[in-house]
């Protein structure tokens, strides 16, 4: 399995975004996707995802050469 490279203070400030950027019916999917071990992984290619991309999209799935 692959784990992330995101530190326990990285995530906390990417639930913090989600809490207040996401509506109830997205934030639960969003927080779970989170906290899984492919949370930060782009979908299509597998490479990490940006932190800094994350913290303005906590939602991206793909990485910037894949989107
Ligand atoms: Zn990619």
Not at 11 to 32: K, Q, W
Not at 51 to 56: A, D, N, P, S
């Amino acid at each position: 399995m692959h784990y992330h490279y995101f530190t326990l203070e990285q995530r906390a400030s990417l639930e913090r975004e989600m809490r207040s950027s996401l509506m109830d019916p997205e934030l639960g999917p969003a927080l779970e996707r989170l906290h899984s071990a492919d949370y930060g992984v782009c979908e299509a290619c597998g490479a990490d995802i940006a932190f800094r991309r994350l913290q303005t999209d906590p939602l991206a799935r793909r990485c910037p050469n894949c989107s």
